[in-house]
């Protein structure tokens, strides 16, 4: 899993997190179970890595649900990535 964390998905989102901040858009990631980011914990640990201020959450409570998160804690805990 690290692999795919360091070797693939840091640095192509290193590149998007340029390109947005260049035309001063922010990009948001659907938190989905299927995807390496799937929860508010991956999310944040992909802004941490990518030292990323305009890369943030698209919500979709139905996949928090089904993850067993609670979307008003969801929220709460990715607030500060703004």
């Known amino acids: 899993m690290e692999y795919q964390w360091d070797e693939a998905t840091v640095p192509f989102w290193r590149d998007i997190e340029a390109l947005a901040a260049e035309h001063e858009v922010r990009v948001c ?13 991956t999310l944040k640990r992909l802004v941490e890595r990518v030292s990323a201020t305009h ?19 969801a929220i709460e805990d990715l607030g500060p990535l703004r």
């Open 29 to 41: 990631i659907e938190m989905h179970p299927h995807n390496l980011v799937f929860n508010p914990a």
């Open 55 to 73: 890369i943030g959450a698209e919500l979709d409570p139905s996949h928090l649900f089904w993850q067993g998160i609670d979307p008003v804690a």
